[in-house]
């Protein structure tokens, strides 16, 4: 499903310097699987998932999801590529503060043409699934981080994408909501996602719905 | 579609605040620059129903150089060019207040003549004529009231005609406030008073005005009036109307300095709102490519917002200076407007609404304003998403 080969990605500074985050990295990730993309702060897990995400293009190598190079798309594939295809989950709470938990997953739905009804549905599934149902109403402003990180993952989902990327999930969050996510993402591969976590949290070591654990260290895969 | 409008809505609801500051101050912006256009089109139009009132010739005894009083014997000649419907002599003239080099403009009314008093009718208009009539009384205007006061002429004030006499004239009433600038420097009374003051002997008037049916016989009127009398001038409602807008044209350099005003002030909301899309816009341009917004929609989308915020802006400013300019009499405003004592005054303005200017004026300030955002939303688009989703 998700298969990269030979990916390097070198950064050039304003001075010319160049850094390489990525090294001739390749590996492939099945359908419905849960990868784990272990590594230190700075080993390129990020720019991995930005690269997957058709947020950035690599300096060189192939990407292909679903049989499709996504390296060639332009900024008009890339969006619609990123709408359809692709959740991308942050550590850092991308919401709109004054906006409540419901009307946050709004910004997802508005580029497809559905009724209100549809897009009522779409919406309460999405809270359905990721524990948030009960704050649908309320301002995102006044939750709390873990739920905040729900509405999150809500307005990831009501798409229904194919693909999950979650960049340091976790980093924001204590153990009792770091589980709460881990249970979200457990239900989610159940539904048939695929999962690619970005982390370096302890947590989720030796996961059993886990199927991969890749270790990225200095843009090297290990 | 109108599900982005739905959501756009719920933006700028919820996010008023981002928009409160700039709102206010175009609103404001909007309705100093609309209130100049509606008093500019109502005293445009002012000057036109003065001027349609006006006679077409005005004819003056005029001498080697000097103006002098003109026979009364000419408007029975007058009468009798075909094509000449009205002829009035007119009596008015300005008295000297020597030790203090001031002037008084004094006009001499038929208050029986509706034809006369029509002009002056809202000066005039709770005047109970009898009663006025009954002593030798006299109407005047705040700055002759100022004038009067402060040299103790609270009751009368005793005029010297040039035949040495003394005519005591109480004071009966002040123009209404509001025609403070026309009327600032006058003074009306009855007619053979105004004479006797004046000292214009009986037979003579100030100037004899003429109006004329038809205005295809103008020039020939016109030449007839030059040919009766070699010692006369005579100024056509042309001349008037150049002086007028001569007039208007002088005040126009008062609002030059407005509007560089107004403009500073919309290049520092220009500035303003270019800064804010530096700061406040960032996050939300940023969940919208993180979700799948292309570029384009994202421009279209904050230029929908940000046309509502400057059209809303606009409305409520036009509306602002209707209500200041047409309801309120556009306090301050007018009085920069109406500071000549030839235009003729009215207590509130004349409804205008210029189309083609408000149109012009939402165009030059709708069109920066878009601009304005464009650049630096294109430009957060476009940036490398990975630097900001972290």
């Known amino acids: ?222 | 579609m109108l599900n982005k409008f739905h959501f756009l809505l719920l933006l700028l609801i919820n996010y008023r605040k981002k928009h409160i500051a700039i709102f206010f101050l175009s609103t404001m912006l909007v309705a100093i620059l609309a209130s100049v256009l509606f008093i500019s089109s109502s005293l445009q139009k002012d000057i036109n129903i003065t001027l349609e009132q006006q006679a077409d010739f005005t004819v003056q005894h005029f001498r080697a150089g000097h103006l002098l009083d003109t026979p009364s014997s000419w408007i029975d000649e007058y009468l009798n060019i075909p094509g000449v419907a009205n002829v009035e002599g007119r009596i008015y003239g300005m008295h000297y207040y020597e030790p203090k080099e001031q002037y008084f403009m004094i006009i001499g009314v038929d208050f029986y003549d509706k034809q006369i008093v029509k002009g002056m009718q809202e000066l005039i208009e709770n005047l109970d004529v009898e009663k006025f009539l009954a002593k030798k009384n006299m109407i005047i205007g705040a700055g002759v009231k100022d004038f009067f006061d402060k040299y103790s002429y609270t009751k009368y004030y005793t005029f010297r005609p040039p035949d040495r006499s003394k005519e005591k004239v109480y004071i009966y009433d002040e123009f209404p406030k509001e025609s403070t600038i026309l009327t600032n420097d006058m003074i009306i009374m009855d007619k053979p008073l105004a004479r006797k003051i004046l000292g214009i002997k009986d037979g003579f008037v100030t100037d004899i005005i003429l109006k004329i049916t038809n205005q295809n016989e103008y020039q020939k009127i016109y030449e007839k009036l030059i040919v009766s009398h070699f010692d006369t001038r005579i100024i056509t409602k042309k001349d008037i109307a150049k002086h007028y807008k001569k007039l208007f044209n002088y005040k126009g350099g008062i609002f030059m300095v407005l509007y560089i005003v107004a403009i500073v002030t919309f290049l520092l909301i220009l500035y303003q709102r270019y800064s804010m899309v530096q700061n406040s816009d960032v996050k939300e341009i940023n969940i919208l490519r993180s979700v799948g917004w292309q570029v384009n929609e994202i421009i279209s989308f904050k230029l929908l917002e940000n046309f509502i915020v400057a059209f809303v802006a606009y409305i409520v400013g036009v509306i602002f200076a209707y209500i200041y300019v047409f309801f309120l009499g556009a306090p301050v405003l007018r009085n920069i407007f109406l500071g000549s004592a030839n235009l003729q005054i009215h207590p509130s303005f004349i409804a205008v609404v210029p189309t083609s200017e408000l149109i012009i004026l939402f165009g030059i300030f709708v069109l920066p304003f878009l601009l304005a955002i464009v650049i630096p939303v294109w430009r957060l688009c476009v940036r490398d998403m990975s630097e900001v989703l972290r």
């Open chain 1, 1 to 222: 499903m998700i298969k990269l080969k030979n990916i390097n990605k070198i950064f050039t500074d304003n001075n010319q310097q160049s850094f390489q985050a990525l090294k001739n990295l390749s590996l492939e990730i099945q359908k419905n699987e849960c990868v784990l993309l272990h590594g230190s702060s700075g080993s390129g897990k990020t720019t991995l998932l930005h690269i997957i995400a058709s947020l950035m293009k690599p300096s060189d190598g192939l990407v292909e999801v679903n049989n499709k190079n996504i390296v060639s798309f332009s900024d008009y594939h890339a969006s619609i590529y990123r709408h359809k295809t692709i959740a991308y989950i942050t550590q850092s709470f991308y919401l709109f503060d004054a906006l409540s938990v419901e009307q946050n997953l709004l910004p997802c739905l508005v580029l497809e043409t559905l009724t209100p009804l549809e897009i009522e549905q779409k919406i309460s599934q999405a809270l359905s699934l990721a524990n948030i149902a009960h704050k649908a109403k309320q301002k995102v402003s006044t939750l709390s981080g873990g739920e905040k990180q729900r509405c999150i993952i809500a307005r990831a989902i009501v798409n229904n994408p194919e693909i999950i990327l979650c960049d340091e999930p976790t980093a924001n969050l204590d153990k009792e909501n770091s589980l709460h996510f881990m249970e979200v993402m457990k239900k989610l591969k159940k539904r048939g996602k695929t999962i690619v976590i970005a982390t370096h949290d302890p947590i989720f070591h030796n996961l059993e719905w886990v199927d991969k654990t890749f270790y990225i260290k200095d843009g090297y895969l290990e």
